[in-house]
């Protein structure tokens, strides 16, 4: 599968990830976006052994965009650390279903289970709970439903997806948190599974230069559809 490189370093290595690939290996066994690349540096790079390359942020299966990985244990350290001290900013550029506010902050408490893939909204007294905090503005409305940019302040699994569903915004597509969103679908027979989301920015230092630096892929636009062509 082509996997598009955007920049790459000694130490990074920057993405745009394909729709319907694992950002690691799971137990569907297909092949995953952390493997291939890994294939690639070794090729490339005639390396022998084993070549190293960690994941420090993670996007659902379904959903395509940019991601870093890191090509030295020293850079997965320090961007590990900006992603804990939330100085590492994360952009995503979804379509919606309903009007949304112009503008708003969702904070939720979430907790996933392991054994069926699926993240739950609980109580803040819940112990178990990790908080969950984005903020997003709408970029327009058309055929019911909002086009929305979301910045994410916390990084928690299915993070976006579970929390509009929550508010009563599920992500056009997504069978799995809104069961209005999967009626809609009417262009997946190509993409099955794929949710209209995308990864469209990232913001960091860089980890031995500290130098800041932003990567930008293709924001897809209104229609849901676009969002399975990446």
């Not at 394909?18 to 890994?38: F, G």
């Not at 005639?46 to 940019?66: E, I, Y």
């Not at 990790?130 to 086009?147: D, H, M, P, V, Y």
């Amino acid at each position: 599968m082509d996997i598009p490189v955007i920049y790459e370093d000694n130490h990074l290595l920057v993405v745009d990830k394909p729709i319907n690939m694992p950002s690691q290996k799971d137990e569907s066994k297909d092949l995953d976006l952390q493997s291939s690349l890994k294939a690639l540096l070794k090729e490339k790079y005639g390396k022998p052994g084993n070549v190293f390359l960690a994941l420090v942020q993670r996007l659902d299966r379904p959903v395509s965009g940019v991601m870093v990985l890191a090509k030295t244990s020293k850079a997965a350290s320090r961007l590990s650390d900006q992603i804990r001290t939330r100085t590492f900013s994360k952009k995503y550029q979804a379509v919606v279903i309903g009007q949304c506010p112009p503008k708003g902050k969702l904070v939720n408490h979430l907790i996933k289970d392991a054994k069926t893939n699926i993240t739950s909204v609980v109580p803040a007294s819940s112990k178990y709970g990790k908080e969950a905090i984005l903020e997003f503005t709408r970029l327009g409305f058309q055929n019911g439903c909002s086009l929305i940019e979301v910045k994410l302040i916390t990084g928690r699994p299915h993070q976006i997806r579970v929390q509009f569903a929550a508010a009563g915004f599920p992500l056009w597509g997504d069978k799995k948190y809104g069961e209005q969103a999967s009626l809609l679908v009417r262009f997946q027979t190509r993409q099955k599974g794929s949710i209209a989301l995308r990864s469209v920015e990232i913001n960091f230092n860089h980890p031995t230069k500290n130098e800041p630096l932003q990567f930008e892929v293709e924001r897809p636009g209104f229609e849901p559809w676009s969002y399975f062509s990446f």
